[in-house]
């Protein structure tokens, strides 16, 4: 990866990996490059999602019960399981999202100040 300009080389993946197969590709790929110092895992029950979905008035072309049903579906069949294989390179940090967002903001920066800290070692070649 190239530097990306600051003190520290810190990246955020939002969403991914999803599943496994991911996983595994992401290992291919970045495995030699960079450590894997974080998962940052959002829980919420998943009537409060579908509410704050329906909520946002369609952004998405796929903002209906079916598709959010099948979201779901696909998260508790791909990406749940595949937070085992996560947990083994770095610890899997959760974070109730039914909280109020300044909540959630708080919540996830506690975790995410310490990891910004400016790199004192090179990173991995």
């Known amino acids: 990866m190239e530097?990306?300009?600051?003190?520290?080389?810190?990246?955020l993946c939002d969403g991914f990996p999803r599943n496994e197969e991911?996983?595994?590709?992401?290992?291919e790929v970045f495995g030699k490059q960079c450590e894997i110092i974080g998962v940052l895992y959002l829980e919420c029950p998943e009537q409060v999602c579908i509410d704050r979905i329906l909520k946002r008035g369609g952004?998405?072309?796929?903002?209906?019960?079916e598709s959010i049903k099948k979201r779901f579906k696909v998260m508790a069949d791909e990406t749940e399981p595949n937070l085992l294989?996560?947990?083994k390179h770095a610890p899997v940090h959760r974070i109730k999202a039914d909280q109020t967002i300044e909540k959630c903001f708080e919540d996830i920066d506690k975790i995410l100040q310490p990891?910004?800290?400016?790199?004192?070692?090179p990173l991995k070649k």
């Open 59 to 65: 952004q998405r072309v796929d903002d209906n019960i």
């Open 115 to 121: 990891l910004l800290k400016p790199r004192t070692t």
């Open 22 to 27: 991911n996983f595994k590709f992401f290992l």
């Open 85 to 87: 294989n996560l947990q």
């Open 3 to 11: 530097k990306n300009g600051k003190d520290y080389d810190v990246y």
